[in-house]
Structures are given as C-alpha cells and as structure tokens.
C-alpha cells in the first residue's frame, strides 16, 4: 500500500473523510462580521429575527438590510433586538444586518447573539474576529 506523509493511504483516506464530515456538521446557519461600524451577515436561512447585547456602542443602531426589509429595530443602552411586525424576512444572502451607532462598537464589546428563521427555528450564529 502506497504511503503519503507516513501515512498509509487507507488510514489517510479515512482521516479526509472525517475531515471534511466536520465542517459538514459544523456549518452555521449565520455568520457575522465587524466591518468598521457595519455589523454585517452571510447566511444561509431567511432570517426572521435577531437580538445582541453590546456595552452601550450600539445604544442609537438602525439601518441597514434590517430596516431594508420591514423590521422595526430597537435598541437600548445594552441590547438591540430587531423583527417585523408583517412577517417579512432577510432573505438568505450576505448584507450589513445593521449601522452600529453612536460607534466605537469593537469585537468584545457585542455578544449575546440570538437569531431566529421563519417559524421561530433557532438559527446558529457565529462571530468571526479580525483572528479567525
């Protein structure tokens, strides 16, 4: 049998195969990123509603695809929560989610995350630092 990396090539198939099975299992349903003051999203469900805590940055957010497709977005001095009142949702897709205001929003200033799909399904949800 043939060797690769010292590896034979039965166990090293095998080891791809469970490779490539976790990232299967793992796969989120959205992805956020910080882009300046922009919270942006790559998601792969319809999102019917979101929610976050933050350190008071994001106390004035409005905006972006959230109040694009119908959603009435309030925010507080620590949480900001966001859904329509008509059931519409953001379609599966990537955007800014919302414009972070009064700013200063950094990666460890947000967490909490919360987002649901149509039918009130639990979306998984994860946030990617300027170190992944």
């Given amino acids: 049998m043939y060797n690769f990396l010292g590896v034979r090539m ?3 198939k095998y080891i791809l195969i469970l ?3 976790s ?3 793992t796969q989120v349903d959205v992805l956020l990123t910080l882009d300046g003051q922009n919270l942006n999203y790559i998601t792969n469900a319809d999102i019917a509603g979101w929610q976050f805590n933050h350190d008071g940055c994001a106390s004035s957010s409005n905006g972006g695809d959230s109040t694009d497709n119908g959603f009435t977005v309030s925010c507080s001095e ?3 929560l ?3 009142f008509t059931g519409s949702t953001i379609p599966i897709g990537s955007g ?3 414009e972070l205001s009064p ?3 950094t990666e460890n200033s947000l967490s909490e995350w919360v987002f ?3 039918g009130g399904t639990t979306l998984s949800v994860d946030f990617s630092t300027s170190d992944d």
């Fill in 10 to 12: 039965r166990k090293f």
């Fill in 19 to 21: 490779f490539f099975l």
């Fill in 23 to 25: 990232f299967i299992f």
């Fill in 78 to 80: 620590d949480v900001c």
């Fill in 82 to 84: 966001s859904f329509s």
């Fill in 96 to 98: 800014t989610l919302i």
């Fill in 103 to 105: 700013g200063l929003c």
């Fill in 116 to 118: 649901s799909g149509t």
